[in-house]
């Protein structure tokens, strides 16, 4: 059974949160709840066992930066090294 619970967030964030969500097919009450679910699933005694916790001290120490191949670009590169092996 589903209950409701009233958070607070900044503005900012819950529009973040919301977009993120909707790019998921999710809704952001089931987005907390996941994520709340994998917290607590896990039996993290604190805030700082959680495994985002280095990721978000970096975060806050300064912008972190994440750069992701799509599987074209490493199916081109995997192609150009097999083909000069074959040489």
């Known amino acids: 059974m589903d209950t409701k619970v009233t958070l607070s967030f900044d503005q900012a964030v ?11 097919n999710i809704s952001l009450s089931r987005l907390v709840e996941f994520m709340l ?3 607590i699933d896990q039996g993290y005694r604190s805030l700082d066992e959680l495994p985002v916790s280095d990721w978000v001290h970096q975060v806050a120490e300064g ?3 994440y ?14 090294l097999d083909s000069r092996r074959k040489r």
């Open 14 to 24: 819950i529009a973040k949160a919301k977009a993120y969500a909707e790019a998921n």
């Open 67 to 80: 750069v992701r191949k799509n599987a074209a670009q490493r199916n081109l590169k995997k192609d150009y």
């Open 63 to 65: 912008e972190a930066t």
């Open 37 to 39: 679910s994998k917290v």
